[in-house]
């Protein structure tokens, strides 16, 4: 284009250097998002079982449907994660009486 023609005789003649500039907006466009999970997420990670790649398709079918928002699969749900052993080791741990 005749402006970018114009704009790169202008900055060699004035001696005008961009290319610092570009490069940090190339920069911050790779930047990406990033997890961290406490040793203790990762030891219970471990524990678990792997899912079926089936397995994991038929659940991402149903968070897609809206499967789990419905209010007797939510409360399924608190109940198992209330009762589970790892969460009942977890409230020990921490001194919390969970019938308060």
Known sequence: ????FI????????G?????KI???QREDIRTDKA???REAKKMAKKQKALSP??????KRRIAEGYYDRDEILKEIAERMLNSKDFQEFMKSRKIDRNI
């Open 36 to 38: 961290e999970f406490s």
């Open 16 to 20: 005008v250097d961009r290319s610092h």
């Open 1 to 4: 284009m005749k402006i970018d």
């Open 54 to 59: 089936e397995r994991l398709q038929e659940i």
């Open 23 to 25: 490069r940090a907006v």
């Open 7 to 14: 704009n790169n005789a202008l900055n060699s003649i004035m």
